[in-house]
């Protein structure tokens, strides 16, 4: 489905903030309130905006050790494991990438021994060949 650019502006802004008001989005796009409110319905019905998320504040985020956890995984596997990871709470999305490994994963702990406790889970896990994590050291921004 093709967006108009203020679709995809209307979806920038409800990234931002799920929770403001359309009056609100409204005089930030420069469109009628009923006009917002019809595209937003709209989304909805179409299935672009498939729900709505919570947002933790960034105090809490960075008190959290959150890690990318780059996984190779051994051919014909890949259903497997991501069935395991899916099991394991700690992570918040695991993607299917290209390049020299089949899967990352993002994952937020409260302290980096639980970090160093999941990432050995991972790695144990049939069907993981090899694991490479990088910790984020900071967020510059997130949409």
Do not use: W
């Given at each position: ?19 403001a008001?359309?009056?609100?989005i ?118």
């Amino acid at each position: 489905m093709k967006l108009s650019e203020n679709d995809q502006r209307l979806l920038n802004l409800l990234r931002e903030n799920a929770r403001a008001s359309t009056a609100l989005i409204a005089r930030r796009l420069g469109l009628s309130r009923t006009t917002v409110q019809s595209r937003i319905e709209r989304l909805e019905r179409e299935g672009v905006i498939a729900g709505y998320t919570v947002r933790v504040h960034d105090d809490y985020e960075r008190s959290r050790i959150r890690a990318h956890i780059m996984i190779a995984v051994h051919p014909r596997q890949a259903a497997q494991v991501a069935a395991a990871l899916n099991a394991m709470p700690e992570l918040r999305a695991l993607y299917s990438v290209s390049g020299p490994y089949d899967l990352i994963a993002i994952c937020s702990v409260p302290a980096v021994e639980d970090m160093d406790t999941l990432t050995d889970r991972i790695g144990a896990i049939d069907g993981v060949e090899r694991t490479t994590s990088s910790i984020v050291l900071s967020t510059k921004f997130e949409r």
